[in-house]
T-cell receptor, first 116, second 116 residues
Framework: DGGITQSPKYLFRKEGQNVTLSCEQN?????MYWYRQDPGQGLRLIYY???????QKGDIAEGYSVSREKKESFPLTVTSAQKNPTAFYLC???????????????FGNGTRLTVT | AQKITQTQPGMFVQEKEAVTLDCTYD???????LFWYKQPSSGEMIFLIY??????QNATEGRYSLNFQKARKSANLVISASQLGDSAMYFC?????????????FGTGTSLTVIP
């Protein structure tokens, strides 16, 4: 079955360490996204990518980095510069905006990151 | 600027009754898409229903329907015959293709509790 795989489900890190969250999709979607979710704040966009080797900053990109070397993969690195990294991180993908417009975001099951 | 507004942080509904979750949006683009997602306590985001800005009729999917009032820029979700399994967070989202990107904007969500 097609879908989005995020790993690991739970991740624990010490403050000051970089950590990379994995996101893989086999839906053949062009666009991929990373969202951060904190209690009471809904989903906030970190980065998104429309095509391979291209990505754009979202609303809260500071302290994060991404790469898009393959269509299927869009890993997110939470760097030590991110001041409050503890959160629930959701990866998503969608078809290109022009094809068709009603294509929803498909989400992975999320990674819960705890930094102490 | 806030693009999606959900003004009900929490809602309660009696089992088998109907409930309406409010959503208003802001865009100057004539072409946009509106989506509703359900997020159970396990964290995954489940796509429920879609409404296109040019759709003449309100969208329906099983027990879910969307009360789309374009002039008021509202897209309320109606859940009929509520079930205990409907207890979850519900997010309204808008797909905005007016800029260079293909972004989805989310509201802060409504927590729905179904009472037996």
């Amino acid at each position: 079955d097609g879908g989005i795989t995020q790993s690991p489900k739970y991740l624990f890190r010490k403050e000051g360490q970089n950590v990379t969250l994995s996101c893989e999709q086999n839906l053949n979607h062009d666009a991929m996204y990373w969202y951060r979710q904190d209690p009471g704040q809904g989903l906030r966009l970190i980065y998104y990518s429309q095509i391979v080797n291209d990505f754009q900053k979202g609303d809260i990109a500071e302290g994060y980095s991404v790469s898009r070397e393959k269509k299927e993969s869009f890993p997110l690195t939470v760097t030590s510069a991110q001041k409050n990294p503890t959160a629930f991180y959701l990866c998503a993908s969608s078809m290109h905006r022009a094809n068709p417009d009603n294509s929803p975001l498909h989400f992975g099951n999320g990674t819960r990151l705890t930094v102490t | 600027a806030q693009k999606i507004t959900q003004t009900q942080p929490g809602m309660f509904v009696q089992e088998k009754e109907a409930v309406t979750l409010d959503c208003t949006y802001d865009t100057s683009d004539p072409s946009y898409g509106l989506f509703w997602y359900k997020q159970p306590s396990s964290g995954e985001m489940i796509f429920l229903i879609y409404q296109g800005s040019y759709d003449q009729q309100n969208a329906t999917e099983g027990r879910y329907s969307l009360n789309f009032q374009k002039a008021r820029k509202s897209a309320n979700l109606v859940i009929s015959a509520s079930q205990l399994g409907d207890s979850a967070m519900y997010f309204c989202a808008m797909r905005d293709t007016s800029n260079t990107g293909n972004q989805f904007y989310f509201g802060t969500g409504t927590s729905l509790t179904v009472i037996p």
